[in-house]
């Protein structure tokens, strides 16, 4: 990651889990200057706690929907990851316009600053829910993923590719955080559907694809992390595990409550469909979706497989002890 050393690098939606993350991971790398930005003014607060003292730290108060303040954000910058976005399926099901102009109008609105300022390398946040999307925030950000491949054939000064997530263990609007509210508060935990299915993985693992795919990614490309899987039951389950014993109460005196799914919501998420599946390669720890000719003339690569499809259902969940496990390593 030596690419960072000296350079300037912009982190939208900065104040977030992944966007945090990220600016932690990328300081080890010693850039001339880290820019986090975001409309979030208590979050940017509660971030220059732990980061405000750093001579190369810049925190920057926007929103990606306004161009004169994202505009000199951007100016000046080696490295853009685009983590701004709006990411809740409820609010952006009752708030499909804000879900448009954040994700879809926000996200252009960084491509064409990256291009005018000739940024090196754009790196758009993505997310399993644009794959096949039925939800409002799965299907902007499917429209920005194509954004995205789109301004990768509009130049070659700028490299721009995307990375798609699945759930992030602890992250800010976490369902495992929804659980632990609801243990310290002695509530049932509610649950949608026990049966749903979800991938899932930790925000030092998102930043690391994020920060891999910011090297090696060719134009165009879509970098999706080989997940582990669970049972939103067995979440629950194993929340209310680690929660009680954190707190120090008894499991069973925790109930849990069934309260249906929501609008837009999937019983089982995807990385891949069945025409990204076709063309996707296996690259270890990683798929690649929409490869890049470059890549693809090279041979000796190994297709992904799964010509249906890639489903969350399709793998072995994770057992409710090792769920404890994965959980406690986020609460160190």
Do not use: W
Request: proline letters at 4%; glycine letters at 8%.
């Amino acid at each position: 990651m030596g690419q960072f050393r000296d350079s300037t690098v912009l982190v939208t939606g900065g104040s977030g889990s992944i966007g945090t993350e990220i600016l932690r991971s990328v300081l080890r790398y010693s850039p001339k200057k880290v820019r986090v930005f975001t409309n979030d003014e208590n979050g940017l607060f509660e971030l220059a706690q732990p980061f405000g003292k750093l001579p190369n730290v810049e925190f920057r108060l926007g929103d990606v929907r306004d161009l004169r303040s994202l505009d000199t954000a951007v100016e000046g910058c080696d490295y853009v990851f685009h983590a701004a976005a709006l990411k809740h399926v409820d609010f952006c099901e009752t708030n499909p316009y804000e879900a448009i102009t954040t994700n879809i109008t926000g996200t252009q609105n960084v491509i064409d600053l990256c291009i005018k300022h000739k940024v090196k390398r754009f790196v758009f946040i993505s997310t399993d829910k644009a794959v096949n999307p039925t939800s409002t925030m799965g299907a902007t950000k499917l429209l920005a993923e194509k954004l995205v491949i789109r301004a990768s054939r509009q130049t070659d000064r700028t490299i721009f590719s995307s990375v798609r997530f699945g759930n992030v263990i602890g992250s800010r609007g976490s369902v495992i955080l929804l659980f632990e509210k609801q243990v310290r508060a002695g509530l049932p935990l509610t649950v949608t559907d026990p049966t749903m299915t979800r991938f899932i993985m930790a925000t030092s693992q998102a930043a690391m694809l994020v920060l891999r795919s910011s090297t090696i990614a060719l134009p165009g490309e879509i970098f999706v992390l080989k997940m582990k899987t669970v049972r939103i039951g067995d979440l629950a389950e194993a929340s209310r595990v680690f929660f009680a014993k954190m707190l120090g109460k008894r499991p069973e005196a925790i109930k849990v409550e069934v309260v249906g799914s929501r609008p837009g919501e999937k019983m089982h998420e995807e990385l891949l469909n069945a025409t990204d599946a076709g063309e996707a390669l296996d690259l270890g720890d990683y798929y690649v979706v929409n490869p890049n000719p470059l890549r693809v003339s090279k041979g000796n690569l190994q297709k992904a497989g799964h010509e249906a499809g890639l489903s969350s259902n399709d793998f072995t969940p994770m057992t409710v002890s090792d769920i404890v496990k994965e959980i406690g390593s986020t609460y160190r």
